[in-house]
């Protein structure tokens, strides 16, 4: 049996996409997304707060798992460090399936709430791995600065990967980006 | 007369501040804040789009000054000379009225709405930035970090400015957080 067959958020997932990307995020309505994967839409509401909601229902877990890296660095390696670490975990997460990320990119450029909501997301990323460098007892604007800095890598090896071609892998991207961000803040 | 007496735009954001500050943004209309200001509700909607707008109404005048600043570094310099200038331009703008931005901020920090609003304004900066290395041929990725890391280190003064005491100007703290990000993404 295929994954998503017996996956009912996995299938409300699928239909959401499917319907997105054929009629528009806002022509698509919870009914129909229930109905596309033969659910209802008491079922799409156990899942998902909103159809929005559907298109970033991983980031709580991206954020728990970025914030456990941040946390197993030892404190002396320091702050860019355990920065480091979050984004490689965040790497292997989201390197898994380009062909997902590239269909739910396309359907976020395509609309201002959605890309409103990115925002935010990446917004509340920032804040928690700056909480977390602070209980390292990081100093309070070193510890803002190595998160936003850690975000922008995140951000730009993220839009390069879904970019580039497929032998590329999005931790090899996150890394490379980091050793040019050293690189263009020392010149 | 003071210039706030001739000004309809600055009376109704003064208006509008206070009442944002005395009974809550949510619970002001544009007919309070024009009513404050003893001019007309046709008069707010000619200089502000709506009752959010009054709070971002420089930000188009923000991000032209940084494009201006960023054009007018000789392209040899590399991408992070011009994001600096570009940043210099903005704390010379932004840092004049710490009062005034405290408010805001404090407005801001209690909305939801309000603080997407200023995530879009960032994020919008960053693309100009980007957009203006892009056409000093700094190579795409490049051109994204740098801008990206700017806005990391904009965001990052601004907060410490109006959080410090008010001996320190904002020009002097974008500076060290410049310096501060280029020590840390070295080590």
Known sequence: MARWEGDAAGRLREAAMRLYGERGY???????????????????????????????????????????????????????????ASLDAAAVMLGRDRAFSRRRQALIDANAELQERELIKMAKIAAALRDGLLRRGVPAADAS??????????????????A????????????????????????
Do not use: C, N, Y
């Not at 156990?46 to 298109?55: G, I, M, Q, S, Y």
């Open 145 to 162: 600065l190595a998160a936003e800095a850690g975000i922008a890598v995140f951000r730009v090896a993220w839009e390069q990967w879904m």
């Open 164 to 187: 580039g071609s497929d032998d590329v892998d999005l931790p090899a991207v996150m890394s490379a980006a980091r050793a040019r961000l050293a690189a263009m803040t020392a010149a």
């Open 26 to 84: 806002e022509q698509t309505t919870v009914a129909d997304i229930a109905g596309e994967a033969g659910l209802t839409a008491r079922t799409f509401f156990r899942h998902f707060a909103d159809k929005r909601e559907v298109l970033f229902a991983g980031s709580e877990i991206l954020l728990t798992r970025m914030v456990e890296a941040l946390d197993a660095v030892p404190v002396p390696d320091g702050p860019m460090r355990a920065v480091a």
